[in-house]
């Protein structure tokens, strides 16, 4: 039987699976990228953080160029030839090596911008991940087509923590913001030659150009929107560092690395594993709806208290665990705290939409997502970084639920059904929100160490999110039940 029409088991017991690894995978990996970043903001200055900003801005380029979005479409097309893949890797490495070259040559211009000195050797090193990466998109979409998380997990772990070390020893060795850029050079080394090592295809001297115009209607859309997406992520650090300064950019990619990045590593495996589940029942939107809720459910459950939990706490977390020197990011944080909920809710509407093959629809969203929040970036500039953070959060309460709406009515149902079946995780959350709140409140008041604080402040919000839940969302609980008991291997078909 083909992947497009397997059996309803066989994908669930694969997301399931998939979804166990990626949890595993996402404890290794955000464990040591927290414990690094807390790390180097002690052994950093903000200035050398901003200097570092200033070209990591463009480092979440790298996975957009690197295989001009071709990997997605194979993932999503029904069928593959040897032809499709080998034309994909060669399309891929070329432009990843025309990007390093290119990125090299403009590493004087880019620190010019800037006008730092330090940009220019430290963004023309950063360039050579762009081909690095290149060689291996084309294994990491073979394998995420086979939903064969076992192995992209264990790359994803081990690159991670060896480039997490790599940075750590660059920092100490004195080098500055060298530091981060090591760590990501590392990353994308060790993720390429592992991807090599677990995946069985090697390219062939194959070259068509009717591959590429297959399936390039897809994945032209989809470059399309990665690129919009990612000047849109990026352009409020450009806009920051060039006209506020590499201080107020370090507070600025501080705070949102703590907000988005952890959130990230959760939201990008779950995206993966499910991108190819919705690609296989493509035909079935019914199913795929009932899947989006469901899993968009356990997301919210983990995003909505951590990220209230955050806001919160923010004061406290900066003071113990990143140190006073970086006071200027607890209200960024806190600001940029509403952003990453309302976001951490589209998780999965991409995804939908180009498993779906609607990418133009993805398109067209995307540009007016891009051009709402660059206006919203470039009026808040007016007011420093804490304005642009401002900015940001009022363009994504305009433009998030629309997101929402357009998923819903492309898999025949209404938002509502989406909005009832987030209310008891939201009420949980809001419960849990209140009662930290109030116990800081407390704490405050009687005089208690913010280190004493913080952590009594976790515990608790641990504690009231628990039994909320159990009140105000038992479905969460069932869902959890369903995924212990589909891992081992007890699941019954839906």
Known sequence: MSAAVAPSEAIRGRVMRGLAWKVGS??????????????????LAPHDYGVAGMVMVFASFVFVFSDLALG???????????ADRSTVFWTGAAAGLLFTLVGIAVSGLIANFYDEPEVGPLFAALSVSFFVTALATTHSALLNREMNFRALEIVVMVSTVVGAVIGVIVALKGYGPWALIAQQLASSVVWTLLLWKFSPWRPRFIYSRASIRDLGGFSGNVFAHRTLYYLHRNSAPLL??????AAALGAYTLAFNIIFVPFSRIAGPIQ?????????????KERMATLWIRALRLVATISIPALLGMVAVAPDFVEVVLGPKWSAATPIIQILGWVGLLQSLQTLSTDILQALD??????????????????AFIIGLHWGVKGVAIGYAISTTL????????TARALGISVWTLARSLSGVAQASLIMFGGVLAARSVLV???????????????????????AVMWRAPEVIDDLKEVVRTRRGRAVTA
């Open 26 to 43: 996402q404890a290794v990996s955000q464990g040591s990228r927290s414990i690094v970043a807390i790390i180097l903001a002690h052994l």
């Open 72 to 82: 997605a479409a194979l993932v999503q097309r029904p069928s593959l030839t040897e």
């Open 240 to 245: 920051i560092g060039k006209f506020v300064g």
């Open 272 to 284: 993966e594993v499910l991108f190819p589940a919705f690609s296989r029942i493509q035909n079935d």
């Open 358 to 375: 609607q990418t133009s629809t993805v398109v067209k969203f995307t540009m007016v997502f891009f051009t709402t929040h660059l206006a």
């Open 399 to 406: 433009v998030e639920p629309i997101y929402a709406r357009i």
């Open 445 to 467: 008041n009687d005089g208690t160490p913010s280190s004493v604080r913080l952590l009594v402040l976790v515990f608790t919000g641990f504690a009231i999110f628990g039994m």
